[in-house]
């Protein structure tokens, strides 16, 4: 009877742990796999959006710069292969654009009258 409930409870243990997948807790290599992915992922976008290698490394400074790197580089030899043209980004509109020119004192957009 003893040896029954020791191996029931083994059993319940090992069912316990094994279901720690199902919680959503990753292990260490998962988390490593998922950082490399990601960094594969910005390197090809700094690449396809015609970005320097640097300047992606300056942009994402958490992201590990082989990963970036190895990503940026698949997405060159990539493009060569298949003459795929960048496609860069736009500048962001500038909030703080000076005005072109004078304005009428009452705020409108017409000049001000002069007779």
């Known amino acids: ?35 490399e992915a990601e960094g594969k992922a910005i390197g090809s976008a700094c690449r396809h959006a015609v970005r320097s290698i640097e300047d992606c490394f300056g942009g994402y400074p958490r992201a590990g710069k082989a ?22 980004a736009e500048p962001a509109p500038a909030e703080d654009a000076p005005a072109a020119g ?6 409108g957009g017409k000049p001000a009258r002069t007779s």
């Open 1 to 35: 009877m003893r040896h029954t409930a020791l191996t029931t409870c083994l059993l319940a243990a090992a069912s316990l742990l094994a279901g720690c997948d199902a919680l959503g807790v990753e292990s260490a290599s998962q988390v490593a796999a998922k950082k």
């Open 67 to 88: 990963a970036v790197f190895a990503g940026w580089k698949e997405m060159d030899e990539y493009m060569r292969e298949n003459a795929i043209v960048g496609m860069p």
């Open 102 to 107: 004078p304005k009428a004192p009452d705020g």
